[in-house]
C-alpha cells in the first residue's frame, strides 16, 4: 500500500512539473513574441510619424507659409522658349504675382508679370525641389518636436501601444550610424528606434527611446497568465485533494484492522468464558454443588451480558451512521445530572465491579443555575469521560469534576491523574474507532467510540470540547455548551 502511494506521488509530481514547465515555456514565447510585436509597432510608427512631419514642412516650404504663419517665396521654373533668345527666365510667385527676372550680360531687370494661368513647364522638379530643401536645411530651419510628439503619440494609439517614452536628437556622422544602431540600450531605456534623419545637412537625426514594455506585455498577456495560474491551481488542488483522500483511505483501513481485531478479541472473551463455565458444570460435577453451579451461572450471565453490550454498540454506531443525532432539550441541573452519574460510578468501586479506588470530587457554581440540554446524551457523555479517567488510571484514581454557569454558557471540565496522551493525538482522539498506539497490548478494552460519541453529543450542541494532556500527568477534559 505504502509503495502504491509513493508511486502515485511521484507520478502525479511528474505531471504537475511537466504542466508547470509546459505553461511556463508556452508564457515565454508568448512573452517575446508580444515584445517583438512591441517593437515592431512603435519603429513603425516612429518612421511613419517622422515622414508625416517632414512631408508637413516640405508642403508648408512650398506652399508659402512659414509655420509662423509669414508668406514665403514659392520659386517655380520652366524651359527656355525659342523667343527668350540669350535671355535666362526666372519666375518667383508671391502667391498670385510672379517676378520675372531677365538677364543680359551684367545687366538685370526686373519686372512683376501678372500669370493668367496655373501651368507651368517644370524642368527637372525632382531636383529643384531637392535643391530647396537642402537651401531650407541650411538655413535657419527647425524641426518640430513638440508637433512630431503628438503625431508619434497618436500614431502609437492607432497601435493599441502606451508607454513611457522620450525623444533625442543627436549629432551623428555617417560613417557613426552603424555604430549607433549596434548600440546596447541602457536598462533605464531597453527599446530604442533606429535614428531618423530630420536634417541630413546637419546630420541631425531623431531617435525614441521606451521604458521597459514588460508591464504593457503583461497587461496585454493578462488573460492567459490569470487562466495559466487557475489551471495550475486547480490541478495542483486536485492533486493534493486526491492525495489526502487516498491518505485518509489508508487510516480508515488501518483503524478498520484495529478494530476488527479489537472486536474479535472482546468477542472472544466472553465465549470463551462461557464455554469454560459451561465445561465445568459438565465434567467437573460443579451440578453437584449448588454454590459453585449458581457461581458458574453467574459468570455465565454476566458475560452474556457482556457480549450483549458488545453487540449493542456495534448495532448503534451502524445506526448511528446513518442518521443525525437527535436531541431532545430540556431545561435541567447541571449539578443534578453530574451527581447522578457520578453516584453510580461510586457504587461500581464499592460493590468491587472495579478493582481499582475511584475518588471524585465534584464542585459547582451556582449550583441552582439551569442548562437547556438533552440529558439522556449528555448523561452518557459526563459517564463516558468518567468512565475513560478511571480505565486509564492507575489503581488508585483521583478525578475532579469542576462545573461553572455563566450567561454565555456552562463548561464542564473533567481532569484525571491517569496516563495521560501525547500532545500528536490530542486531534485523532475523536475520530471514530481510534485508539492511541499501545503495541500489541490492549490493558484496556474498547472499540474507540467514546470520545467521538462526546464530541458529537457536545458540537450537536453548538458547544466545543478541548483536551490537555501529558504523558504521565493526566488528562482533563473542558467541554463548553452555550446557553
Request: charged share 25%.
Amino acid at each position: 500500500m505504502k509503495q502504491r502511494i509513493r508511486s502515485i506521488f511521484v507520478l502525479m509530481t511528474v505531471c504537475i512539473l511537466g504542466v508547470v514547465a509546459f505553461q511556463g515555456y508556452w508564457l515565454y514565447t508568448s512573452y517575446q513574441l508580444h515584445e517583438q510585436q512591441f517593437r515592431r509597432a512603435v519603429r513603425g510608427a516612429f518612421i511613419s510619424a517622422v515622414e508625416k512631419q517632414q512631408f508637413n514642412d516640405a508642403q508648408q516650404l512650398f506652399q508659402g507659409e512659414t509655420p509662423d504663419g509669414k508668406k514665403r517665396w514659392r520659386f517655380r521654373f520652366r524651359e527656355r522658349e525659342p523667343d527668350d533668345a540669350a535671355e535666362e527666365r526666372l519666375v518667383v510667385n508671391h502667391l498670385r504675382d510672379s517676378i520675372y527676372v531677365r538677364t543680359n550680360g551684367s545687366r538685370i531687370n526686373v519686372r512683376v508679370l501678372r500669370q493668367s494661368g496655373n501651368r507651368i513647364f517644370i524642368d527637372t522638379l525632382a531636383r529643384k525641389i531637392s535643391d530647396r530643401l537642402i537651401v531650407d536645411w541650411m538655413g535657419g530651419h527647425r524641426f518640430d518636436l513638440k508637433k512630431f510628439d503628438s503625431t508619434y503619440r497618436a500614431d502609437l494609439r492607432l497601435r493599441d501601444v502606451d508607454v513611457v517614452y522620450q525623444l533625442d536628437t543627436i549629432q551623428l556622422k555617417p560613417e557613426l550610424f552603424r555604430k549607433q544602431m549596434e548600440t546596447q540600450a541602457s536598462p533605464e531605456w531597453p527599446v530604442k528606434t533606429p535614428p531618423m534623419p530630420i536634417n541630413p545637412v546637419k546630420n541631425q537625426f531623431l531617435q525614441a527611446s521606451f521604458a521597459s514594455p514588460a508591464g504593457y506585455i503583461l497587461r496585454k498577456m493578462s488573460w492567459p497568465l490569470v487562466g495559466s495560474a487557475l489551471l495550475l491551481a486547480l490541478t495542483t488542488w486536485c492533486f493534493l485533494y486526491m492525495l489526502s483522500t487516498i491518505l485518509r483511505q489508508k487510516k480508515l483501513s488501518e483503524i478498520k484492522n484495529d478494530f476488527i481485531n479489537n472486536m474479535t478479541h472482546e468477542l472472544k472473551t466472553p465465549i470463551a468464558t462461557v464455554s469454560a463455565a459451561v465445561e465445568a458444570l459438565q465434567h467437573f460435577g460443579a451440578l453437584n454443588d449448588a454454590a459453585k453451579t449458581q457461581a458458574y451461572l453467574g459468570i455465565s450471565r454476566n458475560e452474556l451480558q457482556r457480549l450483549s453490550d458488545l453487540v449493542e454498540k456495534v448495532l448503534n454506531m451502524a445506526v448511528e451512521e446513518k442518521k443525525e443525532l437527535e436531541l431532545h432539550r430540556e431545561w435541567l441541573n447541571p449539578a443534578e445530572l453530574i451527581q447522578e452519574v457520578v453516584e453510580n460510578h461510586q457504587l461500581k468501586a464499592r460493590s468491587g465491579v472495579s478493582a481499582k479506588s475511584v475518588e471524585i470530587d465534584v464542585s459547582g457554581e451556582p449550583e441552582n443555575a439551569p442548562v437547556r440540554a438533552d440529558r439522556l446524551h449528555i448523561g452518557n457523555a459526563i459517564n463516558n469521560l468518567i468512565d475513560n479517567a478511571i480505565n486509564y488510571s492507575p489503581d488508585s484514581v483521583r478525578i475532579q469534576i469542576r462545573s461553572r454557569i455563566d450567561a454565555q454558557g456552562w463548561q464542564l471540565s473533567v481532569q484525571d491523574n491517569g496516563n495521560g496522551i501525547p500532545k500528536a493525538y490530542h486531534e485523532a482522539i475523536f475520530d471514530r474507532f481510534f485508539r492511541v498506539p499501545t503495541g500489541n497490548l490492549h490493558p484496556v478494552k474498547g472499540f474507540g467510540l467514546g470520545l467521538s460519541y462526546v464530541r458529537q453529543v457536545v458540537e450537536k450542541h453548538g458547544g466545543r470540547i478541548e483536551v490537555s494532556s501529558e504523558p504521565g500527568r493526566g488528562s482533563e477534559f473542558v467541554i463548553w455548551i452555550p446557553n
